[in-house]
């Protein structure tokens, strides 16, 4: 008999127990105010994230805006404009000559770092050159963000498929490196570059380029 | 008969002239690189610098795990500047969130990454000495290194990798004693290092081996997009602690220090001048520092970053450090690129070493501060 009240007496303790869990957690019929009305209860805070107060363009940033829109018009397209930022996108046909101008007449002159962004569901894959300048005392907080963008392929074929766009190596020398990471991280082909070869990826990798976001990391 | 190649393969043809060299993977030193370097005779025809021996996707990591789990892995490139690497990591987070850091926070953390600065450069000069086969410039500095580490395991409570900056601060206050520590051992540290410049510095073969060898010039110092020592080497006053200064750094007083030569003697001196800056730094900066008060700002639990990027950079041992973080309102990041010094130094090697003599190969190749791993990420 004594075995029974044991029996109960657990029983009797899951009960309270998902009792208590019910109580915590979020039932499924709520609408959204309510469930924002739900979890202020219990002392948890929905408000966003990233509080989004709009801040002042700074004039410095502005007027080299100014000067790059001016000569390229619609080709290119002002993303932002920040302290010290500034960002730019701009067709793949358009990339040299715009890159040329940022040279000569923005005077920034080297690469600090060129990164490939895979977006799958647009079907493209994004390039950033990164620019700074050590010549120009003016420019020595500036980072210049050039993008474009690149068709992307479901099966990938690097060197021999669609995504592929002019080098800048000709304009920036400082991007020969940065340039073969790419092609080998995300595919992405650069015509002119005298030495596109495999970097950091083994000579016989035989997968997908991996930084792209259908390669998987196993058990993840 | 002609041979289908998988991709990335060449067939090569031999010269009985040229003699091709693999120097490496095996490092001596750090993280494994390999050079391809063709010689005749004892002239360098040709290097082709072949790195990725440790390349271990820190990037794609990033991009599995949230904003804070992303920390104690995102220090692996360089356990010896682990603060340094952290640092555009933690700036680049706040930005993207919208958090303020407490005032006292700022100051520790610039300690915290001058301090590493030191024990990465003390590592990179013991290394350097073995090189040259100067053995005692091995034993000093590997040994002066203590102190600093010392000095970061109790601020930190680990040797080597610290995590110690978080995004919002620190991950803790400093002990009670820790002031009157530091300066006592930065004290002693300025008194010995200044012993450095007898026994290495003014070394007639030392001096031989490195002066007016494997010249960078300035223009190309810029043109190849160099960072760091290499760069200052070469004449151009550069330095991201002074041209885009972070958290408290306009604050403190220090030089940075610049050199014409662009040889390897000047690349190896850069850094060793650069610890007396970093002293500087750090009894300014225990002298400024508000005494109390809180040094983390409490973080959401899980955060989510909003749709927009930022690039932020640093000054490391190795030149500058930037981050570009790519956000799509998830807990983890899109996309993260480390841009780091190494990587961006390594374009020197094959300009540097044609037409160098091959003994003078690891004078040039370990000048440029170059970190295997951490080029490799």
Known sequence: ?220 | MTTQLPPGMHLETVDDKIMTLNVGPQHPGSGHMRLIIKVDGDYIVSCDPDPGYVHRGEEKMAEYRNYIQNIPHLERPVIHDSSNILYPYCLGVEELLGIEVPERAKYIRVIAAELNRCVYILYWLAIYGIFLGHSTMFMWPAGDRELFIDLLEAMSGARVTHAYLVPGGVRNDLPSNFEERCLRQVAYFEKRLKEYEDIFYQNPLLKARTEGSGILSRTDAIRLGTTGSVLRASGVDFDVRKKEPYDVYENLDFQTVVMKEGDSYARSRIPYLEMFESCRIIKDALKKMPKSGSVRTKLKPNPKGGNDEVYRRVESGRGAIGYYIVSNNRPEPYRVKISVGSFRNLICMPYLLKGEKLGNMPAVYWGLNYWPVEADR
């Not at chain 1, 690149?150 to 991007?175: A, C, H, K, Q, W």
């Open chain 1, 1 to 220: 008999m004594s075995s029974g009240t044991e029996k109960d007496e657990v029983k009797d303790t899951t009960e309270e127990h998902s009792a208590n869990s019910d109580d915590t957690s979020r039932p499924d019929s709520m609408s959204k105010d309510e469930a924002i009305k739900f979890y202020e209860t219990k002392g948890l805070d929905l408000s966003p994230d990233v509080p989004t107060k709009p801040k002042p363009i700074p004039e410095f940033e502005k007027s080299m805006a100014d000067k790059i829109s001016s000569k390229f018009g619609d080709a290119i397209h002002i993303d932002y404009i920040r302290s010290d930022r500034i960002r730019v996108t701009t067709k793949r046909e358009n990339i040299v000559d715009v890159a040329k101008f940022i040279r000569d007449e923005l005077r920034y002159d080297h690469a600090e770092s060129v990164s490939g962004v895979d977006y799958p569901d647009s079907r493209e894959i994004e390039v950033v050159y990164h620019l700074g300048s050590y010549t120009d005392e003016k420019l020595g907080r500036q980072i210049f963000a050039l993008a474009t963008r690149v068709p992307r392929e479901d099966i990938p074929n690097p060197g021999s498929d669609t995504t592929r766009m002019p080098s800048l190596r000709d304009v920036f020398y400082s991007v020969e490196f940065h340039e073969r990471e790419c092609f080998e991280m995300f595919g992405v082909y650069f015509e002119g570059h005298p030495d596109m070869r495999r970097l950091l990826l083994p000579e016989d990798w035989a997968d997908i380029p991996p930084f792209r976001k259908d390669f998987k990391i196993k058990g993840r």
